[in-house]
C-alpha cells in the first residue's frame, strides 16, 4: 500500500506561484504514474497533471499546460507541482494519485488507485 502526503497549499495572489509537493511512502515509487487532480467546492474533481512512472513523459489538462509544470525526483520519492500565474480559478483542494498498472500518465481519475488527502490552494485578487 502505497501513502501519498501532500504539501506546500496556501493562500495567495493571483499572479504568484506555488509548488506543491507529494511524498510517497513505501520503494517501488519509480514503478507508478503519478498526478495531480483538483477539487474546487461545487465541482467534480478535476485532472491537472500527470508524469510517467520514469519521468519521461506528462501529460497536462489544456488550461494548464502553459502554466503548471510536473515533475518527479525518485530519490526523494517526491512529485512536484510547479504552479506559476495563478488565478481565482486555481483555488481547489489539490490531490496527489499514484497508479502501477498503468505506467503513461493518464488523465483519467479511474486509473489511480492511491490517493493524498489533499491541499489547499488559494488564489485571491
Known amino acids: 500500500q502505497v501513502q501519498l502526503v501532500e504539501s506546500g497549499g496556501g493562500s495567495v495572489q493571483a499572479g504568484d506561484s506555488l509548488r506543491l509537493s507529494c511524498v510517497a511512502s513505501g520503494r517501488t515509487f519509480s514503478l507508478y504514474a503519478m498526478a495531480w487532480f483538483r477539487q474546487a467546492p461545487g465541482k467534480e474533481r478535476e485532472f491537472v497533471a500527470a508524469i510517467s512512472a520514469n519521468g519521461k513523459n506528462t501529460n497536462y489538462a489544456d488550461s494548464q499546460k502553459g502554466r503548471f509544470t510536473i515533475s518527479r525526483d525518485s530519490a526523494k520519492n517526491t512529485v512536484y507541482l510547479q504552479m506559476g500565474t495563478l488565478t481565482p480559478e486555481d483555488t481547489a483542494v489539490y490531490y496527489c494519485?499514484?497508479?502501477?498498472?498503468?505506467?503513461?500518465?493518464?488523465?483519467?481519475?479511474?486509473?489511480?488507485?492511491?490517493w493524498g488527502q489533499g491541499t489547499q490552494v488559494t488564489v485571491s485578487s
Open positions: 494519485a499514484a497508479q502501477l498498472r498503468i505506467g503513461v500518465p493518464t488523465s483519467n481519475a479511474n486509473s489511480y488507485t492511491y
